[in-house]
């Protein structure tokens, strides 16, 4: 398929961006990781914390430009749309986990992996089900409609927690009222464990704020298909980047910004942000005319969901080869190429190296004008 007739090079380098980084943070050689390169352990916040809304405000951002279209279509072929595209993401979320399908038992036989520890949500499920849900806001209610509901829902989540937690800390990883509703819906056997216990990041509840991250990112890129390219524009967008980073920094005083309970401190203060950085990336593209530097961002922009889908099965097969007993193929370049440039050097050049490769996946399918869409 061909990609959208009308595009905005910002938005499009700003999706670019994140699944750049995305990628970067996702596949560090070994445990030796700049800490900016880490999520925070619990409350704060990290530059790689910002790359799941940031790609959910993109997500919203695309949304933008299609939603026009569904104005000829009926009521249930915009659904069958909305729910198609849902299930097709969700599923390939969940088999990105289940992969690669097969392993060794006891006896050393090759059998099926076991539906019953297999993680159920993860980032693909979160997206799909956010995706979803602020599809049909969008379609079904008015613009301040869809504000509204979307700050209700972060106003709600907020009490949820305070009201459903444990004492005297509604907000610890085992006892927020997330981490139950998780438990009792799935069982820890199907939640992720890389916490040294079952926890899920990307639960059920933490879904419905993640929901607003994709409405502002809709409502940002109306706006900028309206008034982005005028300097008005870009100072209300400024400006409201700005009110928003303000406002988190005074929620997070009551309500910790944390990015794994996706509180609605941290959705404001991701919103806040990435106005700010679309923001800057207009004033150097549009305004100064710098776009020689953007075509490598694009790559990635125009094949988003596709290049990550690469990225997570690539790394998995890589895990999976072993050169040596005990000893994966990611450990194997690690310790005998990238570690001689340095602990934390070398696991950056190979995230980076990594990224360069799903890179060129991207820039061969651009230049083929292959455009993988849902």
């Known amino acids: 398929m061909t990609p959208p007739k009308q595009r905005f090079l910002a938005l499009d380098v700003f999706r670019g961006m994140t699944i750049c980084f995305m990628i970067i943070v996702n ?30 405000f993109a997500v919203g951002n695309a949304m933008s430009f299609v939603m026009s279209r569904w104005d000829a ?18 599923l390939c979320g969940f088999l990105l986990y289940w ?3 097969f ?30 849900l602020a599809s049909l806001l969008i379609y079904y209610f008015k613009p301040g409609t869809v504000i509204a509901v979307s700050i209700s829902i972060l106003l709600l989540y907020w009490a949820f927690l305070l009201i459903g937690g444990d004492a005297p800390d509604p ?17 820890k056997d199907h939640m992720y464990h890389g916490e ?63 990015k794994k309970l996706w509180t609605s401190s941290f959705v404001i203060y991701t919103v806040g942000l990435d106005c700010v950085i679309i923001s800057a990336i207009i004033y150097v593209v549009d305004f100064l005319g710098k776009t020689r530097w953007t075509k490598f961002f694009t790559v990635f922009g125009k094949n988003p969901l596709f290049i990550y889908l690469v990225s997570e099965v690539g790394s998995s097969v890589l895990n999976l080869i072993q050169p040596q007993p005990d000893q994966d193929l990611v450990s194997w370049l690690y310790n005998n190429i990238y570690r001689h440039a340095g602990l934390y050097f070398g696991s950056l050049l190979f995230a980076i190296s990594w990224m360069l490769f799903c890179w060129l996946v991207g ?12």
């Open 196 to 258: 040294h216990l079952a926890f899920e990041p990307e639960g059920w509840l933490s879904t419905l704020p993640a929901v607003v991250n994709v409405t502002f990112g809709y409502m940002v890129g109306k706006f900028l298909q309206e008034k982005g390219k005028t300097f008005e524009g870009l100072a209300k967008l400024l400006l409201l980047g700005f009110a928003f980073i303000v406002i988190a920094y005074f929620w997070d005083l009551s309500f910790p910004i944390n």
């Open 99 to 101: 992969f690669p399908f």
């Open 103 to 132: 392993e060794y038992n006891d006896a050393h036989h090759l059998v099926l992996s076991p539906f019953s520890h297999t993680r159920i949500m993860g980032v693909l499920q979160r997206i799909a089900l956010a995706y979803c």
């Open 171 to 187: 907000y610890s990883m085992t006892g927020n009222l997330g981490y139950k509703i998780d438990v009792w819906l799935m069982g």
């Open 363 to 374: 820039f061969y399918l651009d230049k083929k004008k292959i455009y993988v869409r849902v």
């Open 73 to 90: 279509l009926r009521q249930s072929q915009v659904l069958a749309k909305i729910f198609k595209r849902t299930l097709i993401i969700f």
């Open 27 to 56: 596949t560090s050689g070994s445990q030796f990781t700049y800490s900016p390169l880490e999520h925070a352990r619990w409350n704060g916040f990290t530059p790689t914390d910002l790359v799941f809304p940031s790609f959910l």
